[in-house]
């Protein structure tokens, strides 16, 4: 059976090209980018610097103003809190959005604990944040502003460039998560007034265990780690220098490429939209227009998540789920069961909470792939809505009610 | 055929359960959690003569919960009404040969959809 992967948005398979140009960082130069006085750690040193001039070119970046990190995880951490921490002045006060990413949403934690004031700004019903809110939530003594450049779980796009300008005058340091969209739609640090962009590799056809953080010349942040002096004293630790080479290939490769596959995205991704409409009580989540190309989220009435993702993965095709119920399967216990803050935040009604669904598309997708996959949805459906009390109780009010 | 974090024994009962229905006159129908958490089962029950003879169920949720109401109606059938009120949330787990931690609540809702039918066949039955 043919499997087709619509899930790029956890992960994205990783480039050949971008394997190749990693692959004698492993075996032949094996050296320490500080320990360069010979050969072998000159040959890494030279190979991060390509990376970080190759990452810093994907988003109008000087090289200087990139620092590798273990990902994205890594990334938000050292944002949200190097710069909360690093505003200093009695700035204690960090604005967030609402549907923000667990890796910035949960160091507000510590913060919290420390004393900060935390405002969390709403969405409107496809997620948007509002610039006029972003406005009304900053303060004197605000530290920090992060918001998304685009929802892994809904594919909204956020206006950071006018609610950059905004926290730019305010004088506020603006962190954007870019970890879905770096390297599938633009994002340029000369145009959008950001001052810590994340970013992570595997997003972008790159190998696991690579992010990067973007700091803008004269953003004052603390490090989370403390050690030797590597990527400018912001992230002590010797670099894992093949996946800080990797990243930087595909960085280079996703610059020249996304455009010529955003059109095949975005044509797959409507193909996938416009089909869908076959399905009776089906609701799209997120912005109409302003998403990632090739994301199409969904949920549908009397219908769990997981139980239709299961029985898509039986034919061959993979998606996921922004359910607490799939996403959470490797959780601890049940208080991991919590219902998706993103979907509650957008007012899906709590009732079919667990059944929302993300198709995310990517380079090596096809027409056929979509076809297949818009072939078993209806069956799915139907099944799993003829096991369903809920609906059943509906089908009664429908024949009584007319 | 195993998928994911489920047992073959899970898949086989979401893929094909068993006892998918309503019974009409049922003598003991259960209710029990509620689709905001995610899964929702009701459970219908034909008793005759303090034995379960039938049992059918709808159910919203996941794999673990459909998989568990199924492998709950086939351990009841033919049970009398004590040894079904017996059965607890742990021998549904086991009979599937296992559910991951996070979907024990699953098995415990098998549980409690039993108890709740039987009590609604009690409370008929006084009526």
């Known amino acids: 059976m043919r499997k087709a992967f619509f899930d790029h948005i956890s992960t994205t398979p990783l480039d050949?090209?971008?394997?190749?140009?990693?692959?004698?960082?492993?075996?032949?130069?094996?050296?320490?980018?500080?320990?360069?006085?010979?050969?072998?750690?000159?040959?890494?040193?030279?190979?991060?610097?390509?990376?970080?001039t190759g990452v810093a070119e994907l988003i109008g970046a000087k090289a200087g103003e990139i620092v590798f990190t273990s990902g994205a995880t890594e990334s938000n951490n050292l944002a949200v809190l190097g710069a909360a921490e690093g505003a200093g002045g009695g700035k204690r006060h960090v604005?967030?959005?609402?549907?923000?990413?667990?890796?910035?949403?949960n160091a507000l934690i510590p913060l919290r604990n420390a004393g900060y004031e935390v405002t969390v700004l709403p969405v409107d019903r496809n997620g948007v944040v509002d610039p006029d809110a972003v406005r009304r939530a900053l303060r004197t003594d605000t530290a920090l502003l992060s918001v998304m450049h685009?929802?892994?779980?809904?594919?909204?796009?956020?206006?950071?460039?006018?609610?950059?300008?905004?926290?730019?005058?305010?004088?506020?340091?603006?962190?954007?998560?870019?970890?879905?969209?770096?390297?599938?739609?633009?994002l340029d640090v000369r145009e959008i007034p950001a001052d810590l962009v994340t970013l992570s590799a595997h997003n972008?056809?790159?190998?696991?265990?690579?992010?990067?953080?973007?700091?803008?010349?004269?953003?004052?942040?603390?490090?989370?780690t403390y050690g030797g002096f590597q990527e400018m004293g912001y992230r002590a630790g010797t670099e894992n220098v093949p996946a800080v080479v990797g990243m930087g290939a595909a960085a280079v490769l996703a610059g020249?490429?996304?455009?010529?596959?955003?059109?095949?995205?975005?044509?797959?991704?409507?193909?996938?939209?416009?089909?869908?409409?076959?399905?009776?009580?089906?609701?799209?989540?997120?912005?109409?227009?302003?998403?990632?190309?090739?994301?199409?989220s969904f949920w549908v009435e009397h219908v769990e998540g997981e139980s239709l993702l299961l029985f898509l993965n039986m034919k061959g095709v993979m998606a996921a789920s922004g359910?607490?119920?799939?996403?959470?399967?490797?959780?601890?216990?049940?208080?991991?069961?919590?219902?998706?803050?993103?979907?509650?935040?957008?007012?899906?009604?709590s009732d079919i909470c667990t059944g929302s669904i993300t198709f995310s598309l990517g380079w090596g997708n096809t027409a056929e792939e979509v076809r297949v996959a818009l072939e078993a949805l209806p069956d799915i459906v139907d099944r799993l809505r003829a096991m369903s009390p809920t609906y059943l109780d509906y089908q009664k009010r429908q024949a009584k009610g007319g | 055929?195993?998928?994911g974090p489920y047992s073959e024994k899970v898949m086989d009962h979401f893929m094909n359960p068993r006892n998918v229905g309503e019974i009409e006159g049922?003598?003991?129908?259960?209710?029990?959690?509620?689709?905001?958490?995610?899964?929702?089962?009701?459970?219908?029950?034909?008793?005759?003569?303090?034995?379960?003879?039938?049992?059918?169920?709808?159910t919203f949720g996941c794999g673990a919960a459909i998989a568990s109401s199924s492998m709950l109606t086939e351990m009841i059938k033919g049970k009398t009404v004590d040894e079904a009120r017996a059965i607890t949330n742990q021998q549904v787990a086991e009979a599937l040969d296992g559910l991951p931690a996070v979907k024990i609540h699953c098995s415990v809702m098998a549980e409690q959809a039993v108890k709740s039918a039987l009590d609604d066949y009690v409370k008929k039955n006084a009526g």
Not at chain 1, 21 to 43: K, T, V, W
Not at chain 1, 95 to 105: A, N
Not at chain 1, 152 to 176: D, L, N, Y
């Open chain 1, 256 to 296: 020249r490429e996304m455009g010529a596959w955003a059109g095949h995205l975005a044509r797959l991704g409507r193909m996938l939209w416009d089909g869908l409409a076959a399905i009776p009580m089906l609701h799209h989540t997120g912005h109409p227009s302003e998403r990632l190309p090739g994301h199409v």
């Open chain 2, 26 to 58: 049922a003598d003991g129908v259960g209710e029990v959690g509620n689709p905001a958490c995610g899964d929702m089962m009701r459970l219908y029950l034909k008793i005759d003569e303090g034995r379960v003879r039938d049992a059918k169920f709808r």
């Open chain 2, 1 to 3: 055929m195993a998928a």
């Open chain 1, 204 to 224: 972008f056809y790159g190998p696991k265990g690579a992010g990067a953080l973007y700091i803008r010349e004269g953003t004052k942040l603390t490090p989370r």
């Open chain 1, 16 to 52: 050949p090209r971008v394997f190749e140009a990693m692959r004698p960082y492993f075996l032949e130069s094996y050296g320490n980018p500080s320990s360069h006085i010979h050969d072998q750690g000159q040959a890494a040193l030279r190979a991060v610097d390509r990376a970080r």
């Open chain 1, 323 to 349: 359910s607490a119920c799939s996403s959470n399967l490797r959780g601890h216990d049940e208080e991991d069961l919590v219902a998706s803050p993103v979907l509650r935040a957008i007012g899906v009604p």
């Open chain 1, 95 to 105: 604005v967030v959005s609402e549907v923000e990413h667990f890796s910035v949403m």
């Open chain 1, 150 to 186: 685009a929802n892994s779980e809904i594919g909204t796009i956020e206006p950071v460039g006018p609610i950059g300008r905004i926290a730019k005058e305010a004088g506020v340091a603006f962190h954007v998560d870019a970890t879905a969209s770096a390297g599938h739609i633009p």
